[in-house]
């Protein structure tokens, strides 16, 4: 830092004068100077260009990202002038507004247009031109309404930004910042022979660019060489105007001998002499984000004969001016030129693509291939892509706003067709002739079809599909064919409404991404983007024959037409097409470099009258769907709806059929014997159960693999999980519709159970005196569930109870083994099937008037009732027939060929009447309410193990029980439970707890009712906590360097102790998780358990020695203390009974388990032949595990009246007693309230009395509060060490002072090597800060500090007190010191300023002051004031606070500096502490230590980032990158922007295959595609960071066995859209297996 602030004021002194005598010396130019247009990013401005920061007038307020900016002169009908200004902004469009209506702008061009950076109106013909950085191309359209827009230019189109137009010789120019930065030239007709380019050397990032007219040259400015330059409009005799001095130039234009450009840097507008440029002027200051620029006259649009005056040039849509004078007619882009060169037409064949953010169209009868965006709104993540030729619209599926949405192909009549059930919608197909639309999610996993405008929607195909993508419709032969990239990867047809199906690919196949017909040859064709691959087959399948094998890195899109196969490459950025017939043909390009590419169609414009089917005319005669088939055409209903008897009209049906297979629920008429069809719900494995919900159309299933009840919408829709089970076995359940209450049997448990869907809660209603129940329904009004016992012991029997579980008995019996029970409503009977008969029967509701309905049956397996029938499934025939309830006549088959039905309903609005008290706000009750006898008498129940409370609606947690955690399962090495235990009259409960694996031990916390176990595996090791309903779990603990094995929890202090069986020590951490240290620690041994007695303050540790031998030792809380109290060969478990101060231990040397007081005495044995591995008290008794399999328990006292409570348990791991009780006193303990006041443990001392203690490698205070470490005081103190473990604190001035202070003397020992660098030796000893050297008072005794050490009066001595200088090199701008004192502090400006030599700057200085004083004392002042707050932004260092002085009164009581992490009140977040990281220094005598806290600040600084690009970048910082401030401004004021970042293009490098998607380190880097455009404003609602990719909902994260796969679609993390990683979505990979315990 050599200079400081005077070149800069001469530099601006110079500026000022400059300008101030020209102004003076030409006074013409500031009257006579032109006014200045410019856009200044949320605004479009008007100033003068004669004045300094004149007041600008504001013509456009409240813009967004206002870029470019041009004006058209003109008169108005009645001869007036008027002008009309148009400005881009960014991913919003470009507008118009005309004065003097100024307010009301129009939206010229609206969408398709990203990047706008020029902007330029052709003033002659009335046309506007464009350039788009992010498309990569020019563009042209009319400039009164945005029509006809055209393409002009977009090859070799890398970068452009400015645009200038000469109508008067017909050529445009633009500059090109991409890899190859240019200008160049071509026609403004689009004449690609016309185009040249200009400039192409010492040029990096071209930013503005403008036409001299008069002198027909070009003048430009570069933003990173920071220079002007002009040259002839050819490009010749290239000139220099200003070179390399330029801050950050943007936009540039001129008018006669003046220049006038905008800079970014500087936020001004400047100007000069276009001949002579050394003298520049400030136009403009202070402005916001200056951008494009212009001269606001009407001298810079010359008037020129229009030859487009004259109807339109006789041209049908745009009349364009030509080079060389004259003009050419041009089409749209899309359309074509006719022969006669002024008339457009349609093509014949186009391609339809489907990028991420747009939709596009490229003919195929045009040479160039150029693309054109279908002006669509909306578009948030495009997938798949086809057209209609009939209607003439575009179809398009969204994956990020799940739509599915069609519009004509000018963007109009864009409306959603498909809006709910719609997650990834992968594929879509029109059936242009039947007038169709097929679609596949990969979401949902289903194949859909419905009506072109969306109506009539039907799922054909749902079952076993697993990833669907592709699919291609044969509207001719009535067949649908689409790719499935799951596991197995295939490729499958069917028949248009889902028979027929069949697979025809499923070998060599990974990621089938596209897929073709060629109706020419009647060939299948596909492409695999993991293979690499496209091939093609016969339509069976045969005659397998690869096409392309090489170069493809990742194809998406695919299509055939014609003699070619078409597709896109995500990494290439490429549409190719090669020759379908010869395998290995050379390949064309037919678009390079255009990224975020999906699906392709090529498609003919019109439709093919010669293709025809027998949905052709009047929709087949259909009222809803007519659907083609092989075997002809069939129509169909949408979802909800049935055909009649003419298999050709839909209804809703009164009633229907509903039964459930296997892996599929189905429904079918109950009138017509229709084909059942399937209802769309996925992963069905096993279903045991379903019922119906009427009046809501929800049905309800079980599925006893998946573990769950589920419900959905009756047409499968909205699938949701009500009830997720861990090992529990749902086999049978009916609905509760009234009360919205589940009745289920579990299997596994033997047990009924009821769960309310509202409250969520649970609760088992019949558990007693149950063998093997099967099925069960329910009468809500009377209050009453039925049930079939098959007592395997016993008799076969009926039960009933009330709905509350009460009044429990057996109302039939001997009746042999019976099932699918169920209640007729109407008729209060129940009805049922006797297996062993293979007979229906019913009865009354007590069971009376036993009637056999139906006998002599073959196979009857399931029944239900409706209105006067009886319906029953007879799995030997595999039909479904009904019969007359009442006279059993009227016998009819409703379906037949029906493999095995588990479950047969009738869905109908009577089947379900009735209603009650509970109706109504669950009468009031917290969690169930239960009618009983009659609708109006009901009670409140409570969840399993709580308790109603008195008011009888509200129900409280059990407070006293028992907890087990053993393994679920024989084959599970990792899933556990907890089971909590109260007394016989409750069933056992398992809790809902998650992430319950290789629990090693379970702990309760009363105070906060949380269980806490330890997981202890191979791979993962922590404490986890939750509550006890499952909620709020969390990782309370978790480090790869612990390893915990036992735990206790201390309620009072809020403590957990846990032992880490690696490092052998006992840790204490706090229950809001902050980490108290170490408590004690047995070298050598190692620790197994660990237990608590919080009202003794009591810790009990078994240490087993190398010896194998063990010992229980007993220690306060803090550790002190240790004593072992009992000593035996293999102590295996321990336990503490808190009430009697007793202490309990398992001893495996004598197979006992036996008893003690707490200091060891009165031991005994209570239990013999006994191994156990787990202890506790809960109340009068002991519980112990026998072995792992079995659970009893004994009188504490005497270990009599022994009972066992479990047996033939897999592997009981841990129990552990809860008991509440305590909690009546737990405030009249100590340690309950602020523990204690105690800085880290709190407990009950041998007195009786509370007591801090602190951990290891910390003391505690005198106040016998607090704790500190050891032997440390404050840095201004000398620590003294006493003795006995105390510490005193004297003053450091006191050091080394020849007096000794200390009682050990130490503070006088060491003295020669005491001081430090920041520090004086005194030539008496003592120490003094180096500060005070040389102020003229001695410090030192012997004044050694005022003499030798000083400098002479001819020198300067520096801050650090380290050197002399020579006076005259002070304040000289030239650093001498080290510390840079010399030119920085006031004392060093004193001395520069008293200096006898002069330099010549600071004598040119003053000569300036003199002539213009005034001005130059305000301009140091600035530059002083700015030029120090940088410095201070960017060179202070970080300073920590000075101590404060201590007084002699405050010696006695002087503070330790202790860490924040020893500091009562501020613990620090759970760290580990281990042996490594104690302190090994004396223990100290903790009620004797001092401590306190010491603190120090910091300050960060920004730097602004290295190579500012050219242009503001898409986070809104000044320019200069996130979060940077210019330090040349004083205001720093941070400007917003989302403009587009500079970056270059790396043609020969490609991205990675699927980058984010894999964990291979070797794949290719991101660095060249790091930065990413923004995303289209427009689609705030939907986008996020990182924003969801369009496909699989699949994880992305990667196991080893994964990490080299790239998956063949877009990710379902949906983060491909991240700015700074990914310009492709990472596509989906398989989901990972991980343990995230």
């Not at 920061?53 to 967004?64: E, K, M, R």
């Not at 006719?338 to 457009?344: E, G, S, V």
């Not at 407070?959 to 009259?985: H, I, K, P």
């Not at 104690?1478 to 306190?1492: C, Q």
């Amino acid at each position: 830092m050599k200079e400081l602030g005077c070149p800069r004021m001469i530099y601006i002194f110079i500026y000022l004068l400059s300008y101030g005598y020209l102004a003076l010396i030409f006074p013409s130019f500031c009257l006579g100077s032109p006014k200045l247009l410019f856009s200044n990013r949320k605004d479009i401005q008007l100033t003068d260009s004669s004045l300094v920061n004149s007041n600008s007038t504001v013509l456009l307020a409240g813009l967004s990202e206002a870029a470019a900016v041009d004006f058209l002169y003109e008169k108005d009908k009645k001869g007036k002038d008027r002008t009309t200004f148009c400005w881009t902004e960014h991913y919003e469009g470009i507008f118009c507004a005309t004065s003097p209506n100024l307010d009301n702008p129009v939206k010229i061009v609206s969408n398709g247009v990203h990047t706008p950076d020029g902007l330029a109106i052709d003033w002659v013909t009335q046309k506007l031109y464009w350039v788009d950085a992010d498309l990569q191309h020019i563009e042209v359209c009319e400039l009164k309404d945005g029509s006809h827009r055209k393409v002009l230019y977009y090859d070799r189109v890398d970068q452009p930004r400015a645009l200038a137009l000469d109508p008067r010789t017909g050529y445009m120019y633009w500059t090109d910042w991409g890899e190859e930065a240019k200008i160049e030239r071509a026609g403004m007709n689009g004449d690609l022979s016309t185009r040249t380019t200009v400039i192409s050397e010492e040029i990096s990032w071209p930013n503005g660019l403008t036409i001299d007219y008069l002198e027909r040259k070009l003048y430009w400015v570069d933003a990173s060489l920071s220079y002007i330059h002009t040259a002839d409009i050819d490009g010749a005799n290239r000139g220099v105007v200003i070179n390399g001095s330029l801050a950050h130039p943007f936009a540039i234009t001129v008018y006669k001998d003046r220049l006038y450009w905008t800079d970014w840097k500087n936020k001004s507008i400047f100007s000069c002499n276009k001949s002579d440029c050394n003298v520049i002027t400030k136009v403009q200051g202070n402005l916001y984000a200056p951008m494009d620029i212009e001269v606001f006259t009407s001298e810079r649009q010359e008037e020129i004969a229009n030859p487009c005056a004259v109807n339109n040039g006789n041209c049908s849509h745009l009349c364009l001016l030509a080079p060389a004078g004259g003009l050419n007619c041009a089409c749209p882009t899309g359309t074509v030129l006719n022969a006669d060169n002024h008339t457009c037409a349609d093509v014949d064949e186009m391609i339809f693509l489907s990028r991420r953010f747009d939709l596009r169209m490229i003919s195929l009868d045009t040479p160039d291939f150029t693309d054109t965006i279908i002006a669509v709104g909306e578009v948030a993540h495009a997938i798949a892509i086809d057209f209609d030729p009939v209607e003439r619209y575009v179809y398009w599926t969204d994956d990020e706003i799940r739509l599915i949405q069609k519009a004509k192909l000018d963007g109009t009549d864009q409306s959603t067709i498909v809006s709910v059930e719609v997650m990834n919608p992968d594929g879509v197909a029109i059936d242009w002739i039947s007038r169709n639309i097929f679609w596949t999610d990969t979401g949902t996993n289903r194949i859909e079809v419905a009506r072109l405008d969306g109506s009539s929607r039907r799922v054909i195909i749902s079952d076993e599909l697993d990833e669907p993508r592709a699919i291609v419709v044969d509207p001719v032969n009535g067949l649908i064919y689409w790719t499935d990239w799951g596991t197995p990867a295939k490729i499958e047809k069917a028949a248009m409404d889902g028979s027929m199906r069949e697979v025809i690919i499923d070998e060599s196949l990974v990621w089938p991404n596209g897929i073709a017909l060629d109706f020419e040859y009647m060939r299948l064709y596909w492409a695999d983007a993991k293979l690499d691959k496209i091939e093609r087959s016969n339509l069976d399948g045969t005659e397998r024959t690869v096409i392309v094998d090489s170069e493809l890195p990742h194809v998406f899109g695919f299509d055939v037409a014609g003699k070619y196969i078409y597709w896109t490459d995500w990494q290439r950025r490429t549409i190719e097409r090669v020759d379908k017939l010869v395998p290995g043909a050379p390949r064309e390009l037919i678009v390079d470099q255009l990224p975020d590419l999906m699906a392709i169609r090529v498609l003919p414009m019109k439709p093919n009258s010669t293709y025809t089917n027998g949905c052709s005319g009047n929709n087949g005669g259909c009222s809803n769907l007519c659907l083609n088939t092989p075997s002809g055409h069939v129509c169909a209903c949408p979802m909800g709806q049935e055909l009649l008897a003419d298999n050709k009209q839909c209804v809703v049906p009164e009633a229907f059929l509903l039964f459930s297979q296997s892996k599929a629920i189905k429904r079918t008429s109950i009138k017509y014997a229709h084909k059942a069809t399937p209802l769309p719900i996925q992963h069905l494995q096993n279903i045991t159960a379903l019922d119906i919900h009427v009046t809501k159309e929800l049905i309800y299933f079980a599925d006893n693999v998946n573990g769950s009840i589920r419900r959905a919408y009756i047409n499968g829709s909205s699938v949701s999980t009500v009830l997720q089970f861990r090992k529990e076995s749902p086999s049978a359940m009916v609905i509760d519709w009234i009360s919205d209450n589940i009745y289920f049997i579990d299997a596994s448990m033997k047990l009924i159970e009821v769960y309310n869907i509202q409250s969520k809660a649970r609760k088992v209603v019949v558990w007693k005196d149950l063998g093997d129940p099967r099925s069960i329904t329910v009468h809500p009004v009377k209050g009453y569930i039925y049930w079939t016992d098959w007592d395997v012991d016993g008799i076969p029997e009926i039960g009933r109870a009330n709905l509350d579980g009460t009044d429990q008995r057996f109302i039939l019996s001997d009746i042999g083994r019976c099932g699918s029970i169920t209640v007729d409503l109407d008729a209060n009977r129940i009805y049922w099937v006797n297996y062993r008969r293979n007979a229906i029967q019913s009865a009354g509701l007590n069971g009376e008037d036993m009637q056999v309905m139906i006998k002599n049956l073959k196979s009857p397996v399931s029944l239900n009732i409706y209105g006067n029938y009886v319906y029953w499934y007879d799995s030997t025939d595999q039909n479904i027939q009904r019969v007359s309830k009442i006279d059993q006549s009227d016998v009819a088959t409703i379906q037949t060929d029906i493999t095995p039905v588990v479950n047969l309903l009738v869905f109908h609005k009577s089947r379900q009447n009735g209603s009650s008290v509970c109706a109504i706000n669950n009468g009031g009750c917290q969690y169930f309410c239960f009618t009983s006898g009659n609708s109006q008498t009901y009670s409140c129940g409570c969840p399993t193990h709580y308790l109603l409370n008195q008011d009888g609606m509200t129900c409280s947690a059990p407070r006293n029980f028992f907890l087990v955690s053993e393994r679920a399962g024989t084959q599970s090495t990792r899933d556990m439970q907890v089971r909590r235990l109260l007394d016989n009259t409750q069933p056992d409960l398992v809790l809902p707890l998650k992430s319950m694996r290789s629990v090693r031990t379970i702990n309760y916390d009363t105070a906060d009712d949380k269980i806490y176990w330890i997981m202890d595996s191979d791979k993962y090791r922590a404490i986890k906590r939750s509550t006890v309903d499952g909620s709020r779990a969390e990782i309370f603990l978790h480090d790869s360097k612990i390893y915990p094995s036992s735990m206790c929890i201390e309620p009072y202090s809020r403590l957990l102790f846990w032992i880490d069986s690696v490092q052998g020590v006992v840790n204490v951490t706090t229950l809001d998780k902050k980490n108290v240290g170490v408590v004690y620690r047995n070298d050598g041994n190692t620790l197994t358990a660990v237990a608590v007695n919080p009202r003794k303050g009591y810790l009990f540790i078994v240490a087993e020695s190398k010896s194998r031998s063990s010992q229980v030792i007993r220690t306060y809380l803090d550790g002190s203390s240790p004593v072992a109290v009992v000593t035996s060969q293999s102590i295996a478990a321990v336990a503490v009974d808190e009430q009697n101060d007793w202490l309990y231990f398992a001893d495996h040397t004598t197979s006992t388990i036996k008893s003690c007081s707490s200091n060891g005495d009165n031991i005994r044995t209570l239990v013999d032949k006994v191994t156990s591995t787990s202890l506790t008290i809960y109340k009068d008794k002991l519980y112990y595990t026998q072995g792992s399999t079995q659970l009893f328990y004994v009188d504490k006292t005497s270990g009599r009246n022994r009972k066992q409570v479990m047996r033939r348990r897999t592997d009981i791991t841990d129990i552990h007693a809860v008991n509440a009780d305590f909690l009546q006193n737990y405030n009249r303990h100590p340690c309950s309230s602020n523990n204690g006041d105690c800085s880290h443990i709190c407990f009950i001392g041998s007195d009786g009395t509370k007591q801090c203690g602190c951990p290891d490698g910390l003391n505690l205070h005198v106040n016998g509060l607090s704790c500190a470490p050891l032997a440390t005081c404050k840095s201004s103190y000398f620590a003294c060490s006493t003795g006995h473990g105390q510490v005193a604190c004297i003053p450091m001035e006191w050091r080394c002072d020849g007096s000794e202070e200390c009682a050990d003397g130490s503070d006088e020992k060491d003295c020669s090597q005491f001081c430090t660098a920041d520090e004086f030796t005194c030539g008496s000893g003592e120490c003094i800060d180096r500060k005070q050297m040389c102020d003229r008072v001695a410090d030192c005794y012997d004044s050694s500090d005022e003499q030798d050490s000083c400098c002479r009066s001819d020198k300067f001595m520096c801050s650090d007190k380290k050197e002399c200088i020579p006076v005259g090199q002070v304040g000289d701008n030239i650093v001498d010191c080290k510390d840079g004192s010399d030119e920085l502090t006031g004392t060093a400006l004193a001395a520069a300023t008293s200096a006898p030599t002069i330099n010549t700057t600071v004598g040119i200085v003053v000569v300036l002051c003199i002539v213009f004083l005034f001005i130059l004392i305000v301009v140091i002042f600035i530059i002083w004031k700015c030029r120090k707050r940088a410095y201070s932004l960017r060179y202070l260092e970080p300073v920590a606070n000075a101590r404060p002085g201590v007084s002699f009164d405050s010696l006695g009581t002087a503070m330790m500096d202790v860490p924040a992490n020893h500091m009562p009140q501020s613990l620090t977040e759970t760290t580990v502490v281990s042996a490594s990281s104690t302190n090994s220094a004396l223990h100290y005598d903790r009620n004797h230590v001092t401590g306190a806290s010491s603190s120090s600040s910091s300050m960060t600084h920004l730097q602004a980032g290295f190579n500012p690009p050219p242009s503001p970048v898409t986070e809104r910082s000044a320019f200069l990158g996130h979060g940077a401030m210019d330090m040349d401004d004083c205001s720093s004021t941070l400007v917003s922007s989302a403009y587009q970042t500079y970056y270059k293009r790396h043609h020969g490098k490609v991205p990675p295959t699927t980058p984010m998607s894999t964990c291979d380190d070797s794949e290719p880097s991101l660095k060249n595609y790091s930065m990413q455009r923004p995303r289209p404003k427009k689609y705030k609602k939907y986008h996020q960071l990182n924003p969801p990719p369009p496909t699989p909902s699949r994880s992305q994260m990667c196991s080893a066995d994964e990490a080299s796969e790239d998956p063949p679609s877009p990710s379902t993390v949906r983060s491909f859209r991240s700015t700074i990683h990914n310009p492709y979505p990472p596509p989906p990979s398989p989901e990972p297996t991980s343990d995230n315990s």
